[in-house]
C-alpha cells in the first residue's frame, strides 16, 4: 500500500523543538459528543466603568487608568516576576535543582475600546500596538535576557478579561523553550552557515503547501510540525532578528499580515477566534553582545479550534504522556484558511 499524508498516521519532526508530532488525519472522520466551547459574546459594551482595563477606571487597586486614546501600558497589579526577590542558594543535588527568576509583567491595553478585537482594529491602530510593542521592549531588553510578548485571546485560552490586551514578561533567565530553539537554531546555523528559519521559509514559498500569507516582508505558514490545529507562524523575510530591528514600513506590514491571518481566523468558524500568540527572537541583555547570527524574528500563533466555534483540541491524555497529536494535516490547514477570506471580517 502506498503511503498518503492526508490518510496514513505519520510523525513529523519539529527542528526548533527536537520534538515529533504524531499526525492521524483520518481521525476528524470520529464523532464528537465531548465538551462544547461558548464563543465569546460581541454584545459588550465599548466601555463598562466596571472593567480595570478600561480608560478612567480605578483598578481595584485604587490606581485609576488614564483616560487613554491609543495604548496603555502599565504594571501588572497581580505580577508573576519581581525585580527584587531574594535568590535561593546553588544546589549540588542533581535532584533538587533550583535557579533565580527575577523580572517584571506588563499589560498593554491595544485600544481605549473594550469591544474591538485586533481583526475588527484598523491597521493604524495595529501598527500604533506595535510601536509599543517595540518601546516596551527597547526599555526591558536592556535589563533582561527574555521580553516575552504575548497575548491570550478568549476565555478558552485563559484571557480573563474582554478588553484587547497583551501581556509582557521580561525574565532574568531565559525560559525552557526559547532556550531549546536558541540551541536547535545554534546547531543548524553551525551546520549549514545560514538561518534555520531562512532557509525554511525559501523552501515553504518553493513547495507552496502551506503558505496562507505571503508579502515582502513577512510568510504566514502553517508549519510542516504544527501541532495545533490552525497552528500558524508569521516568519520575517529580512533577516531581522528581534522586534526592535523593524524598520517602520515592515511595522505596517505586519500590522497588515496580522490583521490579515486574524481576520482569516475569525471567518474561518464565524466567531472570535481564541488563540494565544507571541513574539520570539534573539534574546536580549548580556546575550545581545553574543552572535545571534541563527536567529530569525518570527511569530507563532497557536488557536486551540479544530472543527468548529464550539469544538476544540485537547492535548491531553496520549499527547500529555508522549507527544502531540493532530488530527487534519498541516497542509489541509493551511488550504483552509488560504481560502478563507482575510481582507473583509464576518461581522462587517
Ligand atoms: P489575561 O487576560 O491574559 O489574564 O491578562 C490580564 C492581566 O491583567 C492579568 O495578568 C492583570 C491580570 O493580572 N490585571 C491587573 O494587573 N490589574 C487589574 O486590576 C485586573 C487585571
Not at 1 to 23: A, D, K
Not at 60 to 79: A, H, L
Not at 96 to 122: E, I, Y
Request: glycine share 4%.
Amino acid at each position: 500500500m502506498q503511503f498518503i499524508p492526508t490518510e496514513h498516521s505519520h510523525r513529523r519532526l519539529n527542528p526548533l523543538t527536537g520534538q515529533w508530532i504524531l499526525v492521524c488525519p483520518h481521525r476528524m472522520l470520529r464523532p464528537w459528543a465531548g465538551q462544547e466551547e461558548t464563543p465569546q459574546k460581541y454584545d459588550l459594551p465599548d466601555f463598562d466603568p466596571t472593567n480595570p482595563l478600561c480608560p478612567g477606571v480605578t483598578r481595584p487597586n485604587g490606581i485609576q487608568n488614564p483616560n487613554y486614546t491609543s495604548t496603555f501600558v502599565f504594571t501588572n497589579d497581580f505580577p508573576a516576576l519581581l525585580e527584587n526577590v531574594p535568590e535561593p542558594q546553588p544546589v549540588a543535588d542533581p535532584l533538587f535543582q533550583v535557579a533565580p527568576a527575577r523580572g517584571t509583567c506588563r499589560v498593554l491595553c491595544f485600544h481605549p475600546k473594550s469591544n474591538l478585537t485586533l481583526p475588527q482594529m484598523n491597521v493604524g491602530d495595529i501598527k500604533n500596538v506595535i510601536n509599543e510593542w517595540i518601546t516596551q521592549y527597547n526599555e526591558l531588553c536592556m535589563q533582561y535576557k527574555w521580553v516575552q510578548i504575548f497575548e491570550n485571546k478568549g476565555a478558552s485560552m485563559g484571557c480573563s478579561n474582554p478588553h484587547p490586551h497583551c501581556q509582557i514578561w521580561a525574565c532574568s533567565f531565559m525560559p525552557s523553550e526559547p532556550l531549546m530553539k536558541h540551541e536547535k537554531l545554534r546547531s543548524y546555523y553551525e551546520q549549514h552557515g545560514r538561518p534555520l528559519l531562512d532557509d525554511y521559509a525559501k523552501r515553504e514559498l518553493e513547495k507552496n503547501e502551506r503558505v496562507v500569507i505571503e508579502n515582502p516582508d513577512w510568510l504566514v505558514v502553517v508549519p510542516y510540525w504544527a501541532a495545533w490545529p490552525f497552528e500558524t507562524m508569521i516568519i520575517s523575510r529580512n533577516q531581522n532578528k528581534r522586534l526592535n530591528d523593524l524598520t517602520a514600513s515592515q511595522r505596517e506590514n505586519l500590522a497588515r499580515t496580522m490583521k490579515e491571518i486574524t481576520t482569516k481566523y475569525d471567518n474561518l468558524f464565524k466567531c472570535s477566534f481564541p488563540y494565544s500568540m507571541g513574539f520570539h527572537g534573539a534574546p536580549t541583555a548580556d546575550e545581545e553582545q553574543k552572535d545571534n547570527s541563527h536567529w530569525t524574528l518570527h511569530a507563532l500563533y497557536y488557536p486551540p479550534l479544530l472543527r468548529s466555534a464550539t469544538v476544540r483540541k485537547f492535548m491531553v491524555g496520549f499527547e500529555l504522556l508522549n507527544e502531540p497529536q493532530r488530527d487534519l494535516t498541516p497542509e489541509q490547514a493551511a488550504q483552509r484558511l488560504r481560502q478563507t477570506d482575510g481582507q473583509k471580517h464576518y461581522l462587517q
